[in-house]
């Protein structure tokens, strides 16, 4: 049954251009009603011109709400480029001058005041990067437990050194380098992906059984997701000893080398070069510069690191001369073996590195699609590469879990936009695929996924294939047939309709995906939500789903 339609008020596009949606253009039908047997509700947003793949089109006046979104480069973004802006004026040019005479008259009736209003609005541009900038940073809250995960890895160490440094702990005094070394380890355990992958794995399994309480599974979530706090912590912590140990050398200068004190302070400068290119600040503005720095600088480090355990194994300061060089002496030293884990850790996703051929379609200018050969599990994400000495990107896996993968990306940087411009042949990849917080929906029993843009690519594989989650979706994307092309939206179609909200924000307009978000969790019974959107997305359904009382998790700064 048709309702009467009416004009949806003033709303914007993703990158804050306001426009006035035409009533003439929308045709919406009556919304059916919730289940009221405790099932999950059967609705779907979807524009009438796509009524071959969903069959309703829902108004939810409620979720339609003016927002002043700034811009941003996340490939989760509902918009894409910046022509979209451009097509928004437009479309507000040619909306004014075909409106009727009474929608103007309202319209004239707010005069200056909605004038002054807009005129400030229109241009946010620079404040827009600061807000994105400080939502990373700070809004999603000073005490995370990524941020707890760093003060406890760095506390524990300072405090350790502190006893140390006071004499009441003669074992980290007498063996300092050996402390900087473990915590290199630690650090490099917390970003092995090899490591991360097992360790996600007997998560799931350990603890993704029914009678797991919800608290406890949330938990090793928030852990899971935020070890990088002690990546970082311990990053830091390896600086501290190491600069203890360099102090402790020149008090002891006789029984010191030169050449040990120098090769220790080259590794100890490469290390604060890491650190000070890993700084929020400087990650976020120039990531390019932040993963080359990491990747050359802590290559070069650790083959200091070797010759430093070799000289300092190896040295007899009694006769001040060097002796035995990898002798079975060297062997006995744990030096030797800390080094040698991390070197594997290092070097192990490296030797999975290969140049395959892919085939590469654009489904607009906007994105494209890169397949490849070989199944791969739900939840799973990979890293591919142009040129693998100088960058990787990650993208979520959508795949059946049989014959191929492929993966989607959003055109919003250079190599995203090559892709489309110029697509390639071949590309080197990682065969190590990792996991990340999308493998923990494996974790509990109802999981209701939340996806804006292009982050469907990391929900898709499991509309795809069957996993011990019962998963429900909701998608927010901006011209979805257009931008995403016939062959995502028939994987979205072919999952069951009582499970699915496709929001169209072309058709239906921006909405607030927060609200949708609890209501669909509400609606459906979902344990946990998973999303999937930018920054400013992402921060605003987990706040809303956990002031509702529903656990959420989105991704973090560090993920």
Known sequence: MEVPVRAVGKSTSCRGVAFESNCDRL????????????????????????????????????????????????????DFTDVAVADEENRLQELVENEEPCQLEKQNKVGDVE????????????????????IILLDQGLFT?????????????????????????????????????????????????????????????????????????TAITSFLQ???????????????????????????????????????STILSLLCVSSLAAFPLVRHLHHNVFERTHRFAGWTALGLLWIFVVLTTSYNPNSKTYVDFCGSHFYKKQEFWFTLVITAIIFLPWLTVSRVPVKVSSTSSHASIIKFEGGVQAGLLGRISPSPLSEWHAFGIISNGEKEHM????????????????????????????????????????????????????????????????????????????????????????????????????????PSVAKMSVEAAKNWGAEVVIVTSNPEGSRDVVSACKASGIPAFGPIWDS
């Open 145 to 217: 437990v990524y941020k707890r995960l760093f003060m406890v890895s760095l506390t524990l160490n300072i405090l350790a050194l502190i006893l140390s440094a006071t004499g009441h702990f003669p074992y980290g005094k007498r063996n300092p380098a050996l402390f900087a070394i473990g915590n290199i380890l630690a650090l490099s355990l917390c970003r092995s992906e090899a490591f991360l992958r097992v360790v996600f794995w007997l998560a799931v399994k350990l603890f993704g059984r029914q009678w797991v309480p919800l608290f406890l599974k």
């Open 407 to 510: 993966m989607l990306a959003g055109a919003v940087g250079d190599f995203t936009k090559s892709l489309v411009s110029n697509p390639p042949n071949y590309l080197w990849i990682r065969k190590l695929h990792f996991a990340g917080l999308p493998y923990l929906i494996n974790l509990y029993k109802k999981v209701l996924m939340v996806a804006t843009g292009s982050g469907i690519c990391v929900f898709l594989s499991f509309l795809l294939q069957p996993s011990s989650a019962d998963v429900c979706l909701l998608w927010v994307a901006k011209g979805i047939e257009e931008n995403f092309g016939k062959e995502i939206m028939d994987m979205v179609s072919g999952y069951s309709k009582d499970k699915i909200i496709v929001h169209d924000t072309a058709v239906l307009g921006r």
């Open 226 to 264: 935020s070890v990088g706090g002690i990546h970082s912590g311990c990053g830091v912590s390896s600086i501290a000893w190491l600069v203890y140990a360099i102090v402790l050398s020149f008090k002891d200068r006789e029984n010191n080398p030169t050449e040990i004190i120098a090769v220790a």
């Open 27 to 78: 045709r919406l039908t009556a919304p059916p009603s919730f289940s009221q047997n405790g099932q999950s509700g059967r609705w779907v947003w979807i524009p009438r011109s796509q009524s071959k793949v969903f069959s309703n089109v829902i108004p939810f006046d409620n979720y339609l709400e003016r927002t002043m979104s700034r811009s941003s480069s996340h490939f989760c973004d509902l």
């Open 115 to 134: 004038k002054q209003d807009q005129t400030p609005k229109a241009k946010p541009a620079k404040p827009g990067k600061v807000s994105r900038l400080s």
